[in-house]
C-alpha cells in the first residue's frame, strides 16, 4: 500500500518563497522596498527547518511594511501646507490659486486632522462622494483629487508616505459639460459689431483662443498682417500676478504654444485695432504706457483687463439681443464650427492649444455624433437610400 503524499499548501501573495539547499538548510526569500533605489529588492533569510523560515519571513515582512514611515505624527493638513506654500514660487500664478483654493476648502477640513503616515484610499474615496453630494461637479472633485495626488506624490518621494493613496482611490465620474455657444448666424452678428472689444470679441470667436492669450498678444507675435498669409504666435497670457495685478506668464501648456493661420475677417480686424492704437498712442502723447508692445491696451496704453472683458461683452450681448454666455463660450463656438465644418479633430485639438486630443474629444464628443450621424446620411444620399 503506497503511503498517500501530503498536498502541497499554496502560499499567499507576498508570503515568499521558501526552498530546501542541496545542504539541508532551509531558507525563504521576499521581494521588498529597496530604500537605496527606490525600487524592489530580493531578501533572504535561512533557518534550521521550514517553520522557523517561515516566522523569519513573517517578521522581515512587518519590517518591510513599516519601513520608511515618518517618525513624526505630521497631520495630512501640515504636510499640505507646507507643500502648497511652496507651490507658490514653482507654477504659474492661476495654477497656485487653484491647488490653494482646493487645498484650504476640501482637502485639509476633510483630512486634515488624519496622520499623514494613516491616509487611506478609503479616506479619499468618502471625500469625492461629499464633494459631489454637496452639488459640486464631478470635474470639481477630479480637480481636488489631482491636487492631492500631486501633493501625495512629493511625499511619497521623500519618503514620507509607502504608496499614493490618491492615485489608489477611485477617480469621480465627469458628466460631459454642457456647452453654451452662439450659432453661426448669432455669431456673425457678434463680428459686425464694432464696439470697443470688437477685436479681441474677433480673435476669440475665430480663433478659440483663451481670453488671458488675446489680451496677452504682442505686435510682435502678429506676422504679415498686410500680407496674403498672416500668422499670430501665442506665446504669453495675460495672468494675474502675485500680490495683485496682471503680468505677461508662460501659456497654460507647452502645446498652447502655438502658430495659428489668420482668415480675412481677424486680419481686417488686427488692421483696425492696429489704426486705432497708433491714434490712441498719438493723444496720449508722452504719457503712453505700452511697453510690452501689446495689441490691446487702454487709452494710454495699459493692459486690457480681464474684468472690463466681462463686463463689456455681457454689454455688447445685451444690445445686440444676444443670449448670454460667457467669454470663453465664444472659445467653444469656434470649435464648434470648426467641427460642424469638417475639420479634422486633430486640426482642432492643435488650434485651441490642448494638452492633448483626448481633451478635445471628450468636450467635444456630442459634436462628433452628429458628425458620425451626417456621415451615415452622407452614404445613404449617395446609394440612393433614404436619409
Known amino acids: 500500500m503506497t503511503e498517500r503524499s501530503t498536498p502541497r499548501r499554496r502560499r499567499a501573495r507576498g508570503e515568499g518563497s521558501i526552498y530546501r539547499t542541496e545542504e539541508g538548510r532551509w531558507r525563504g526569500a521576499i521581494l521588498g522596498p529597496n530604500p537605496e533605489t527606490g525600487g524592489r529588492k530580493r531578501y533572504v533569510v535561512s533557518g534550521r527547518s521550514q517553520v522557523e523560515v517561515r516566522e523569519r519571513l513573517a517578521d522581515l515582512r512587518r519590517q518591510l511594511e513599516t519601513a520608511g514611515r515618518p517618525t513624526s505624527r505630521m497631520t495630512t493638513g501640515d ?6 506654500a511652496a507651490e507658490e514660487s514653482r507654477v504659474r500664478p492661476s495654477t497656485y490659486r487653484g491647488r490653494e483654493q482646493f487645498v484650504r476648502t476640501y482637502l485639509v477640513p476633510a483630512l486634515g486632522h488624519i496622520p499623514l503616515a494613516d491616509l487611506r484610499p478609503s479616506d479619499v474615496d468618502r471625500l469625492m462622494t461629499s464633494i459631489m453630494t454637496r452639488g459640486r461637479s464631478g470635474r470639481t472633485a477630479a480637480h481636488v483629487r489631482a491636487t492631492l495626488r500631486r501633493a501625495l506624490g512629493e511625499a511619497q518621494r521623500d519618503g514620507l508616505v509607502l504608496r499614493n493613496v490618491a492615485a489608489l ?3 469621480p465620474k465627469i458628466e460631459p459639460p454642457q456647452l453654451h455657444v452662439l450659432t453661426a448666424e448669432q455669431t456673425r452678428t457678434l463680428l459686425d459689431d464694432d464696439g470697443d472689444l470688437a477685436t479681441v470679441i474677433t480673435l476669440a470667436a475665430t480663433t478659440g483662443m483663451r481670453e488671458g492669450e488675446v489680451l496677452g498678444l504682442s505686435w510682435a507675435d502678429v506676422d504679415g498682417l498686410d500680407g496674403p498669409t498672416p500668422t499670430l504666435t501665442v506665446r504669453h497670457s495675460m495672468a494675474r500676478a502675485r500680490g495683485g495685478g496682471f503680468a505677461l506668464a508662460e501659456p497654460k501648456t507647452a502645446r498652447s504654444r502655438r502658430t495659428l493661420e489668420l482668415g480675412p475677417t481677424p486680419a481686417r480686424a488686427l488692421r483696425r485695432q492696429r489704426a486705432r492704437q497708433a491714434a490712441d498712442q498719438l493723444r496720449a502723447g508722452e504719457h503712453w504706457q505700452n511697453v510690452d508692445n501689446l495689441v490691446f491696451t487702454d487709452a494710454v496704453g495699459r493692459p486690457v483687463r480681464a474684468w472690463t472683458v466681462t463686463k463689456e461683452f455681457a454689454a455688447t450681448l445685451r444690445r445686440l439681443g444676444l ?10 463656438g469656434a470649435a464648434s464650427l470648426m467641427l460642424g465644418a469638417g475639420t479634422p479633430l486633430k486640426v482642432v485639438s492643435d488650434t485651441l492649444g490642448h494638452s492633448s486630443i483626448s481633451i478635445t474629444a471628450d468636450t467635444y464628443a456630442h459634436l462628433d455624433r452628429e458628425q458620425r450621424r451626417e456621415a451615415a446620411n452622407a452614404i445613404e444620399r449617395a446609394i440612393g437610400g433614404a436619409s
Open 79 to 84: 504636510y499640505l501646507a507646507a507643500w502648497v
Open 169 to 171: 482611490s477611485r477617480p
Open 323 to 332: 443670449p448670454h454666455v460667457r467669454f470663453h463660450d465664444l472659445r467653444h
